[in-house]
């Protein structure tokens, strides 16, 4: 166990549908890393919040947004969802200290999302 | 951009037998992080060993072990008295310090009894 958690563990919608995501990381850890890993893209880098602010973007499209509260779990929503957003949707974390990223990343279970 | 290559997509080894899975990179910074990733069929992302680029020793846990050649921008990792429970997708990783993580596509490692 990572200690990062994600909810849901599988999400069914369909297309056009907007769902939300959710990751705790774990205790401590500042800096929260979404990513998306499916068939023919792999393992792709969305997007990074540190203490609640957007610090770095990967390739994340226009209708995918996220946040970062002040209780430090982090939300990916997904709107006007197509199929090809069907995916593994990873949330990781890692210890920020003094404005640096730390060396490793924890990663959650993932939320497998299915849009039909 | 940092790109990172496995260019072996599947590998079998026998159980107890040692296996090692290639990875290349390629980056023009001087301060970074490697790491490999196992992916069992629970699909979980799991850590199996991290290497920092100035350290020259090779990072060891148990029976994982990497070969670091940083002039050559390679990064192998050597399965030893391979297990069953080894049966994973084995994802080699690259970050540049303070940023995210760039996977390669992985190789599927099978360990037959």
């Known amino acids: 166990d990572s200690g990062v958690t994600q909810t849901p563990k599988h999400l069914i919608t369909a297309t056009g549908q907007r769902v939300t995501l959710r990751c705790s990381p774990r205790?401590?850890?500042?800096?929260v890393y979404w990513y998306q890993q499916s068939l023919d893209q792999g393992l792709q880098f969305l997007i990074q919040?540190?203490?609640?602010?957007?610090?770095a973007k990967g390739n994340i499209l226009e209708r995918f947004s996220a946040q970062q509260f002040p209780d430090l779990h982090s939300e990916l929503n997904l709107s006007s969802l197509e199929l090809g957003d069907s995916a593994l949707y990873f949330c990781?974390?890692?210890?920020?200290?003094?404005?640096?990223?730390?060396?490793?990343?924890?990663f959650g279970p993932g939320t497998r999302l299915t849009v039909l | 951009a940092q790109t990172v290559t496995q260019s072996q997509p599947e590998m079998s080894v026998q159980e107890a037998e040692t296996v090692t899975l290639s990875c290349t990179y390629d980056?023009?910074?001087?301060?970074?992080?490697l790491f490999w990733y196992k992916q069992p069929p629970s699909r979980q992302m799991i850590l199996v060993i991290r290497?920092?680029?100035?350290?020259?020793q090779n990072a060891t846990e148990n029976r994982f072990s990497v070969n670091f050649q940083k002039a050559a921008k390679s990064f192998s990792l050597k399965i030893s008295d391979s297990q069953l429970g080894d049966t994973a997708m084995y994802f080699c990783?690259?970050?540049?310090?303070?940023?995210?993580?760039?996977f390669g596509k992985g190789t599927s490692l099978l360990v037959t009894p």
């Open positions: 980056t023009s910074e001087n301060n970074y992080y």
């Open positions: 990781a974390s890692s210890v920020d200290s003094w404005g640096r990223s730390t060396d490793t990343q924890y």
């Open positions: 919040y540190y203490n609640g602010e957007e610090r």
């Open positions: 205790s401590g850890d500042l800096s």
């Open positions: 990783a690259f970050m540049a310090s303070g940023y995210a993580l760039n």
């Open positions: 290497q920092e680029a100035y350290k020259q």
